[in-house]
């Protein structure tokens, strides 16, 4: 497998989903549509959708099946940062390069299109005509509202809004990091394979494999925010520092802070290894994520 | 039946549900589960929760089992109107005679308590065990999340925000109306009718009462805020017209609007008289918001 291939395959079969799932620029109010389809389509990796697909691909069905799930969890990841990006929260100018969505559109439509694509995420993962998956359908609809409330995304912002500027100990950076990102990656993963009925056992061994991989996320993201360049992770360098963010690297250095990286993707792979031929993709992410440069 | 009596009964079901259904203020992170509970419990009337109890005993079915519904409704509402306040949107300091949310718990905690709300909307309703009622689950999670989204309330608001301070024609104030209130309600009520297999004529029936009562709605708000008192709505009198937000007050005047609302009111009970005794609630509460004092 070409990592690299892959991942840009899967990326334009969900842009492409997107773009036939979201309202024109055109629809009337157009100022709204203009401003989702603006932060929809401004360069993310869908590395949450894409784990989705390679999920339900892992436990044996087909990734065809679950793009409208796949695009949801785009629609509710992107929410969540136009209402990060804002004024009150992180207050940031640039996103990916790009202006972020309030600075182009004002705060009260960024915050009008969050709000509109965490509602459209359950509206189109609810749109089903299938009676048999209904059930499923339910269980994914629910993992993943839990895994974006108070017990799971937006409880670990508050956390770190908390935090801002405070000295924290390192179990309150893990609950930061564990519920803001990885919580969402685990019920991506975990909804691709209760699509296709999962075994309790495939369930198990795909929630430890996300939690290491969700864990391996944020803190390679750390990294990058402070080693980074502007041009590859489109924000000002250090960007975090100037937030006073607690990190990883600022609370265990940056050696120390790689060799947990490099534990955690291990840890990855090996729970990856046990799918054998179908897990290739899941093998093969953990490294690629500690030497991106996105 | 004494509607008033009705009324008050099932509001004390709604809000002792609902406080089962919240976490705690305890619960960590401590913060946003406060601001969630302040709202919530700051004196809703829970009209559109008792829509959803009632649609369903129109059908024949029971109240008890949509009561998930109802809540998850609650919390959408409930949402909409901690986002509508913030500085960015309305900037009402007060609303039902209390300091809105932002003004107690600032504006990045309020944006989040927003998006926990609505999260939690569709985190409650999805939390269903029985399997035979799945399909119909999905299409109320799919129907209420249109009516929330940018075809729907959002949508409204947006052009509800476009709209101040200018002059604006009937048509966009109907559209203003029918998407940023009528809308929700028009879905609260279809939802309780569908979850009892409501037949196709019943729906119909009911989502045309559901269009007149919405607009019924929001024009008996547009009154009160123009003739009401602060103590009896909590928010200063006249809050619209600081705002230069279009009503249909101020574009028809105002004995044109009363008799709009009455024979809106005329045409909703006329539907509500089709279904017998069944329909007594739904008939007697035109009248009720017609002479509403909250």
Known sequence: MNLRQYLSERKAIID???????PYDSEYPNIIHKSIRYSIFSGGKRIRPILVMASAETVGGSFQDVIPIACGVELIHTYSLIHDDLPALDNDNYRRGKL???????????????????????????NEQNKVNSHKILQIINELARSCGTKGMIGGQVVDLESEGKQINISTLEYIHINKTAALINASIRAGAIYFDASEEQLNMLTKYAEKLGLLFQITDDLLDLEGDIKKIGKPVGSDIKNKKATYPRLCGI?????IAHKLADEAKEIAGSFGEKGTFFNLLPDYLLTREF
Chains 1, 2 share one sequence.
């Open 100 to 126: 972020t969505n309030h600075k182009v559109f004002g705060e009260e439509i960024a915050i009008l299109a969050g709000d509109a694509l965490l509602t459209m995420a359950f509206e189109i993962i609810s």
């Open 16 to 22: 492409e989903s997107l773009d036939k799932l979201l």
């Open 255 to 259: 050696d120390k802070t790689y060799s």
